[in-house]
């Protein structure tokens, strides 16, 4: 999984001495520093065997997330006629957790965008037979 995420409020935003991490005291505004993320945290939570083994990078604006998955039989276009119909389906059960997109969007459109995060149909791609790339966006300081 890779996570590239929007600077936080814990981020330093100047050069400063950090206590937990050399990389955490270089300003966020213009360094890409490899950090713990709360979409790493919840996967993790989620599925423990995964816990300690993902990582993010903070960017100037919201989030991009790819997850890689290896699978036995299908193929990116296979997950696209499921997903969305998943999302639409249990839209009021998850409480508008999860959201869909197919319109290219960039990381702007994830500004003020309360799903967490946005599943990106024409972002993600097949990278072989076995594995595939799912991509979704959002909004950092909004869904955490």
Known sequence: MTTSHAITATQKTTDSPSVKL???GYGANLNIILAS???AKAVSKVIPELNGKLTGMAT???SV???TCHLRKYQYDDIKKVVKPIILTFQGLLNDILGYTKNQDVSC???SNTHSPTF???AGITLNYHFIKLISGKDNDITG
Request: hydrophobic share 20%; glycine share 12%.
């Open 65 to 67: 997330e790819g997850l």
């Open 120 to 122: 990106d149909a024409e």
């Open 22 to 24: 050399l990389c955490n």
């Open 60 to 62: 100037p604006n919201t």
């Open 37 to 39: 993320t709360g979409t």
């Open 109 to 111: 459109d994830f500004n």
